[in-house]
């Protein structure tokens, strides 16, 4: 048994960790916008969200959902103009991407085992607040615009297990009265929620017309734009996708770096030659240097042959 409570921490961090799982992009087009998703939000979209906020534990920045009840509407119009600007800006605050793991041992099961825990993570009730908003907002144009398949029962309005059960019961009474067949299949999927491909549910939300606005140059609040965060994990085809969608290939980062020397020190050899193609160069003799090391080791050229393809 482990009972050092930092071991345990690591035990557990690399147990949950192990849940993603590294996929091929694929290309997205965001070139075109849906009007209503991206509207202004309006009072009472704020108010309606807050007041469904449960009382739960809230996240890294302790700030509890009562705190938010029980602000006036000048404060509350003060967080009005903030969450416009994240939607506007479509950069999140660090701070909406940290969140708390707690274990949380299964029912029935052996708690010495790590498999016999789910994480539950605490997150800020300020996103939260805006999760909802724009929940509220997609589950209202998906059910108005009946893009939904009449079979879908989950995470709808007016829909539930129960409407589902009731269907199912429904047909099995149809087939035993024409003397039918009826068959079944339960499917449960492990660990479903982390087997998840973003990008197919990205696609998904786009063929569906849940399309927001989307600026290629964007710097986010680790002061990264897409193209540096696609060239950083290797993501060939997304870095692509951004090229063609005008991505700035000279754009500089916070910490002094671009979208080439970010995929140089990762060791993405195909996304090099990929900014390199699209003339990607540098003006600055450290970071020249700094990329020489990192792209004969990445593409396995010597170093004249490297400097010549730079030139």
């Not at 009972?3 to 997205?28: C, D, G, R, W």
């Not at 739960?56 to 006036?72: C, Q, V, Y």
């Not at 800006?89 to 299964?106: D, F, G, Q, R």
């Given at each position: 048994?482990?009972?050092?409570?930092?071991?345990?921490?690591?035990?557990?961090?690399?147990h949950f960790s192990s849940y993603s799982h590294e996929v091929q992009p694929i290309p997205l087009d965001y070139s075109t916008e849906n009007e209503f998703l991206?509207?202004?939000?309006?009072?009472?979209?704020?108010?309606?969200?807050?007041?469904?906020?449960?009382?739960?534990?809230?996240?890294?920045?302790?700030?509890?959902?009562?705190?938010?009840?029980?602000?006036?509407?000048?404060?509350?119009?003060?967080?009005?103009?903030?969450?416009?600007?994240?939607?506007?800006?479509?950069?999140?605050?660090?701070?909406?991407?940290?969140?708390?793991?707690?274990?949380?041992?299964?029912?029935?099961?052996?708690?010495?085992?790590l498999t016999s825990y789910r994480p539950i993570a605490l997150t800020s009730v300020f996103c939260k607040i805006f999760e909802s908003i724009l929940a509220h907002?997609?589950?209202?144009?998906?059910?108005?615009?009946?893009?939904?398949?009449?079979?879908?029962?989950?995470?709808?309005?007016?829909?539930?297990?129960?409407?589902?059960?009731?269907?199912?019961?429904?047909?099995?009474?149809?087939?035993r009265k024409n003397k039918k067949f009826f068959v079944a299949v339960s499917l449960d999927i492990k660990s479903a929620y982390d087997s998840v491909h973003v990008?197919?549910?990205?696609?998904?939300?786009?063929?569906?017309?849940?399309?927001?606005?989307?600026?290629?140059?964007?710097?986010?609040?680790?002061?990264?734009?897409?193209?540096?965060?696609?060239?950083?994990?290797?993501?060939?085809?997304?870095?692509?996708?951004?090229?063609?969608?005008?991505?700035?290939?000279?754009?500089?980062?916070?910490?002094?770096?671009?979208?080439?020397?970010?995929?140089?020190?990762?060791?993405?050899?195909?996304?090099?030659?990929?900014?390199?193609?699209?003339?990607?160069?540098?003006?600055?003799?450290?970071?020249?240097?700094?990329?020489?090391?990192?792209?004969?080791?990445?593409?396995?050229?010597?170093?004249?042959?490297?400097?010549?393809?730079?030139?």
């Amino acid at each position: 048994y482990v009972t050092n409570p930092m071991k345990q921490s690591n035990l557990f961090a690399n147990h949950f960790s192990s849940y993603s799982h590294e996929v091929q992009p694929i290309p997205l087009d965001y070139s075109t916008e849906n009007e209503f998703l991206n509207k202004n939000i309006e009072f009472w979209e704020l108010k309606r969200a807050i007041s469904k906020t449960k009382n739960s534990t809230p996240g890294a920045d302790n700030i509890p959902s009562i705190w938010f009840k029980k602000l006036d509407d000048a404060s509350l119009l003060k967080i009005l103009g903030m969450l416009q600007q994240q939607l506007d800006s479509s950069v999140l605050p660090k701070a909406w991407k940290h969140m708390i793991i707690i274990p949380i041992p299964k029912p029935n099961k052996d708690k010495t085992k790590l498999t016999s825990y789910r994480p539950i993570a605490l997150t800020s009730v300020f996103c939260k607040i805006f999760e909802s908003i724009l929940a509220h907002r997609i589950t209202h144009f998906l059910t108005s615009q009946k893009k939904l398949n009449p079979n879908q029962h989950g995470f709808l309005p007016f829909r539930d297990n129960h409407t589902a059960i009731y269907k199912i019961y429904s047909a099995i009474s149809e087939a035993r009265k024409n003397k039918k067949f009826f068959v079944a299949v339960s499917l449960d999927i492990k660990s479903a929620y982390d087997s998840v491909h973003v990008d197919d549910l990205i696609l998904k939300c786009l063929q569906l017309a849940l399309n927001e606005s989307f600026d290629p140059n964007q710097i986010d609040q680790d002061g990264l734009t897409p193209l540096m965060w696609a060239s950083s994990y290797g993501q060939l085809a997304t870095v692509q996708k951004l090229l063609s969608c005008g991505a700035s290939i000279s754009a500089i980062g916070d910490s002094g770096e671009n979208a080439l020397i970010l995929a140089s020190s990762a060791g993405h050899s195909a996304i090099v030659k990929e900014l390199i193609n699209h003339g990607a160069s540098l003006d600055y003799k450290d970071q020249v240097l700094k990329l020489i090391i990192h792209l004969s080791k990445a593409l396995k050229f010597n170093v004249d042959a490297l400097l010549d393809r730079l030139h």
